[in-house]
């Protein structure tokens, strides 16, 4: 879970809008965010002692943000379909198979006001609505990620996650490694270079 002042409706680069477009099943937004935090108090947050542990035993959605919040004020929009449950027993795939970072891995050029210019390291998993497909994804030089040393999280669990490295991060030729990880646990590596290759843009709808 995070929250983040920025996650509001009327901006188009807040987390809340990259969620969407990234296919998630439940989230939620300020009504309207300025130059400041829009939010006056967390009394209209969900309580994570109360929605995690209902979730899991098949509680829908929209009862659970009911009996999780103190309150309901303006201040937090949830988004998602309210009847929406965890299936009783969900299938679990034994594997992550048929990636590779030549097929699946695509490097381009990018920009952060912050940063300055960089690389961004995508991720597309091809998930469809009737094959969906997400994991968690960290990046590293091999060097450091045989050392345990991920410098590059990409922290939720996405069908296109990505990173952004900055310039001058290791040379050209360095070998890097990519760790993914699905909702059950399964692991995989890649490895590879770099090179910078047809870039798609990470906030565009995969599902």
């Known amino acids: 879970t995070r929250v983040l002042s920025r996650s509001s409706w009327n901006r188009e680069d807040s987390p809340l809008n990259a969620y969407l477009r990234q ?3 439940v989230t939620a937004g300020a009504a309207k965010s300025g130059g400041g935090a829009p ?5 209209s947050f969900w309580d994570e002692e109360i929605f995690n542990p209902l979730l899991l035993e098949g509680y829908p959605v929209g009862e659970l943000l ?17 009847l929406y449950r965890l299936p009783p027993d969900p299938p679990r795939p034994s594997a992550l198979p048929g990636l590779s970072w030549e097929h699946n891995v695509q490097v381009g050029s990018v920009h952060s006001p912050e940063h300055g210019n960089g690389v961004l390291v995508l991720l597309d998993l091809e998930a469809t609505p009737e094959e969906p497909r997400v994991v968690q994804m960290r990046l590293a030089r091999a060097d450091d ?3 345990g040393q991920w410098e590059h999280v990409f922290e939720r669990f996405a069908s296109r996650p990505y990173v952004s490295i900055p310039v001058g991060s290791g040379s050209p ?15 995989t590596k ?13 906030g565009s709808p995969t599902q």
């Open 145 to 147: 990620a045989a050392l």
């Open 173 to 187: 030729g360095d070998e890097w490694i990519m760790e993914v990880i699905d909702p059950f646990g399964n692991r």
């Open 39 to 43: 939010h006056i108090h967390n009394h």
């Open 23 to 25: 296919g998630v099943t």
């Open 66 to 82: 009911l009996m999780s919040q103190i309150h309901l004020g303006w201040v937090t929009s949830f988004v998602g379909d309210p």
């Open 190 to 202: 890649l490895r590879g270079r770099l090179e910078k290759k047809a870039l798609a843009e990470p």
